[in-house]
């Protein structure tokens, strides 16, 4: 709201009160505070609708926020031992496979990477690896 000083609102009633009159002069007023009051109100209900709108979009994205949240503080974890033993020089950064090229951490679990070159290639020669008996 602009502001308005007491010497500046004076002027303002002068003027209105030589324009109008002194009889139409309450007139007047109420016709202005009504005009402030449903101005105040329109304005409280815009802010509402845009908060409204605000909230709608931001609800998806604070669930995704929440369920990310979990797998990056696991992978967080999952990192910090290891490159903790790289900055203090215990570890190697990581393996070098000479059959699949590999330069990273030694898998915990499933295939090596010489293995998954070699059912790579078994794959690209038209074998159905689905075929075998399971140990």
Do not use: C, H, Y
């Amino acid at each position: 709201m602009p502001d308005v000083s007491l010497t500046e609102f004076a002027i303002i009633g002068l003027v209105v009160l030589i324009v109008f009159g002194p009889k139409r002069l309450p007139e007047i007023s109420r016709k202005a505070g009504q005009w402030a009051r449903e101005l105040r109100s329109i304005s409280r209900e815009f802010r509402r609708g845009i908060e409204r709108e605000v909230a709608v979009i931001n609800e998806p994205l604070r669930e995704i926020k929440e369920d990310l949240a979990g797998p990056l503080q696991q992978v967080k974890k999952d990192l910090e031992q290891p490159l903790r033993d790289i900055e203090k020089g215990e570890a190697q950064p990581g393996q070098v496979d000479e059959v699949a090229g590999w330069i990273g951490p030694v898998p915990s679990a499933g295939p090596t990477p010489s293995e998954a070159m070699e059912d790579l290639e078994r794959i690209e020669s038209g074998e159905n690896l689905l075929d075998e008996d399971a140990d």
